[in-house]
């Protein structure tokens, strides 16, 4: 077999591979001498078939077959005696004559082939412990415990039947229809639903008009949709709710005690508290986490400048650039609503494509370099969560994973990006900073530059979302 490189410009290789017709052959005879023992043809005794007649036979398919799996095989033990690594599955293509298809088929010519592909560029890890990082903790207020402890409770506080006008903080039962223009909308009809005034769980504006009304009351609630509202084609829309009230019901004492932990499955109030406290640390830390994670990520972005490989970047790109379109789609609204163009857009999105690629290989380096690795358990730890995002499906989900090429290694790659952190932190230089919930929640300056102008796919939810910078995915 020769291989010739025809191209080598920047990280781009084309080889030309040839396997010479006598070589073809030669192993063509070997499979035909090891066929010849294991053939039951009629007319000839157990192993006595002649090779001339499997070659007539069954050469050319044979041939396919050894054609086939060297475009298979091949490639990788190229690339490993190059000591290259193809950044995607390298191109093969091979003559599409149908002539010289023969030709080969019958060890008549040459079987050549050309691969063209990206190799991982070969670069130098930054010597990270001149890296430092500052790392946000909250040390969580025995009040803000306490309010959530109050809000947890709320969902167990009792309600006795009231006679007279629903107030404030009172519990309604209600049925609904909405109507936008007249006509029912989907969604917006219910029976028997509970409803606390005030609780701010409505359309704006739905929960006040409740106050005065009582039991076996109709009438007719007028709200207008938020233009932000979550399903575009009711954001900013009048409508008109067909409220009948069956039960107006006023809270119990609001107590928190081992009474109110029991009913919610504890055995005391301060293991609620406990737990509600645990609860809260874990989402500061969540924030906490995703800031430390992005300031690691813009150092190791500034200490590594190579080029990266073009379909790695397309690739990413293409996934942005759909996610990106498709929250438009969402929520009704174009780029010039977003104060840009689709030109400029276009542009940014390439640019944090070209940054997740790039810290992708950096990272990926610097696990394999440390030795990282993900276990079997982790990765089924991993699944598990993902099939519980959809219930009902559980089976569907599992098969896709069984079934789908890159599926599993979809699950491999974040758990190997947050071991890859986890390992670097022990070089890093780590500064702990005690900071107020405020100040850790605060927007991150270098994220909003790096994101924007990305369209926000807005909903009624009171709290942004923290965010994280998917270096590898």
């Not at 070659?55 to 060297?70: C, P, W």
Request: proline fraction near 4%; aromatic fraction near 6%.
């Amino acid at each position: 077999m020769q291989v010739t490189e025809t191209l080598a410009e920047g990280l781009k290789r084309e080889l030309k591979v040839v396997v010479p017709a006598k070589d073809m052959e030669a192993q063509l005879n070997e499979k035909l001498a090891d066929a010849k023992g294991k053939m039951r043809i009629n007319g000839f005794r157990p192993g006595k078939v002649p090779i001339s007649h499997i070659k007539k036979v069954y050469g050319r398919s044979m041939m396919a077959q050894m054609v086939n799996e060297m475009i298979q095989e091949k490639p990788n033990s190229i690339l490993s005696e190059r000591g290259e690594k193809a950044a995607t599955q390298p191109e093969i293509s091979m003559t599409e004559d149908e002539k010289e298809a023969e030709e080969i088929l019958t060890c008549a010519a040459d079987f050549e082939f050309t691969m063209a592909y990206e190799v991982i560029p070969d670069f130098t890890v930054a010597d990270m412990s001149s890296f430092k990082v500052v790392r946000e903790v909250v040390d969580v207020p025995a009040e803000e415990v306490e309010e959530q402890v109050l809000r947890v409770a709320e969902n167990s506080r009792s309600y006795e039947p009231k006679k007279g006008k629903a107030a404030e903080g009172d519990k309604v039962t209600v049925d609904y229809l909405g109507k936008v223009d007249g006509e029912p909308f989907e969604g917006g009809a219910d029976q028997d639903a509970e409803l606390v005034i005030g609780s701010n769980r409505f359309i704006p504006g739905f929960e006040e008009q409740l106050v005065g009304a009582k039991a076996g009351d109709e009438k007719v609630i007028k709200v207008t949709f938020p233009e932000d509202y979550q399903a575009a084609h009711l954001a900013g829309k009048e409508a008109t709710f067909d409220i009948t009230v069956k039960a107006v019901a006023a809270p119990g004492d609001l107590e928190i005690n081992d009474e109110v932990a029991k009913s919610l499955g504890l055995e005391s109030a301060d293991k609620l508290r406990e737990i509600v406290k645990s609860q809260i640390e874990s989402q500061y830390g969540q924030v906490t986490r995703q800031k430390l994670k992005r300031q690691i990520l813009d150092q190791l972005d500034e200490a590594h400048k190579f080029d990266s490989p073009s379909k790695l970047v397309d690739a990413e790109f293409e996934n942005i650039w759909r996610q990106i379109n498709q929250e438009l789609t969402d929520n009704g609204k174009t780029f010039e609503d977003e104060d840009t163009t689709e030109e400029a857009a276009r542009e940014e999105y390439r640019k944090l494509a070209e940054r997740r690629v790039r810290l992708g290989l950096v990272l990926s380096k610097i696990g394999e370099d440390a030795g990282v690795q993900v276990s079997d358990e982790e990765l089924q730890r991993s699944l598990f969560e993902q099939v519980r995002k959809f219930p009902g499906q559980e089976q569907e989900i599992y098969e896709y994973f069984q079934k789908t090429p890159g599926a599993v290694a979809s699950l491999r790659a974040p758990i190997f990006e947050e071991k890859t952190i986890d390992h670097m932190m022990t070089v890093i230089d780590v500064t702990d900073k005690a900071v107020s919930k405020e100040e850790l929640m605060a927007d991150d300056e270098a994220e909003a530059a790096e994101e924007k102008p990305k369209p926000k796919k807005k909903a009624p939810a009171k709290k942004k979302a923290a965010k994280k910078d998917a270096a590898a995915e």
